[in-house]
């Protein structure tokens, strides 16, 4: 197992979290590593358009990403392609983050921008139709659907409160459910059986996406799981909404976090184990966009930062000015 040079800040996750925070740690003129597990952009290099970033009415989501990215470089935050198996504090307070590869990258102070993971039905045509009528973000992809007829799959908060938010765009909007009773809060569900564009299908399971030679989605095939009757449904779009998962396994010991997972954090980023910070999708929050994520990345930075000069200021962790200026 190597070491490596100790840095100031690890930034765990290259999404727009993650890259936010690299840029404002590089601008502090902290000695900031980003590791990341695959490309930088995180989500939205599945996403095609983004329409809802401010400055950028229509922007490609790999062609932000490409900004976020080297806009952090120019700050002087440094990327390595690595996916981090296990953080742990040690009991100088100071953080080791291990890779699959065995390296150990050390720092006083951790920013985790792991983002999360949708869950996915796992059926034939799914993963094909990504982005072309599959979504799992009503917010982000709502407005392509105006006046169509699509489908929201799930029975919880999330599926019941998305269904009637989507029937702002769409003509008709078809709730699937596989069991005959709703999980959602009963006052959502008021709302949605008193919404007349909402049409719930009980006891049903989505098996397949179909779509045209366009590669758009056109047809779900869908079964009664009670009478095992089969069903064509016509739609154009198809939202998933039956869960959620934030990547926050990869943290040794207790951090404090809400029923689903996600991690508590304070005004500030910081979570309940000093010196590590949390921000984006991963946090407990009302909602999960690329501009929250942005804002949480520069609060965490900052935070982290400040957190960094009141150690050295006690004559903890020593500080390392990098002195080269950025790289422009
Ligand atoms: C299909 C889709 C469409 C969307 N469209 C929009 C939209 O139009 N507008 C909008 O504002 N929002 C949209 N969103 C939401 C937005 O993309 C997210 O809110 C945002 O990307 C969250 O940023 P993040 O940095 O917190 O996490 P992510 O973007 O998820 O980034 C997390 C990063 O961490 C990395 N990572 C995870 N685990 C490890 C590990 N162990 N080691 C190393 N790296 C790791 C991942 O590879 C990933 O790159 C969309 C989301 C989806 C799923």
Known sequence: MSKTDEYEVLIIGAGPAGMTAAMYCGRAMLRTLVLERGLAGGELLNTEVIEDYPGFEHILGWELAQKFESHAKKFGAEFVQETVTCVRK????????ETESGTLYRAPAVILTAGGTPVKLGIPGELEYAGKGVSYCAICDGAFFKGQTIAVVGGGDAAVEEADFLTRYAEKVYLI???DELRASKILQKRLFENPKITVLWDTVVEKVEGDAQGLVTNL??????????RDLAVSGIFVFIG???NTGIVEGHVAHDDLGYVVTDQNMETSMKGLFAAGDLRAQLTRQVTTAAGDGTTAAIAAEKYLKALKDEGGVPMIVRTGGYAV
Do not use: N, Y
């Not at 095939?221 to 089969?230: F, L």
């Open 221 to 230: 095939k869908t079964r009664d799981v009670k009478t095992q009757e089969e």
């Open 177 to 179: 459910h596989r069991r």
């Open 90 to 97: 040690q009991d100088d307070g100071t953080f080791e983050a």
């Open 244 to 246: 959620f998962r934030p």
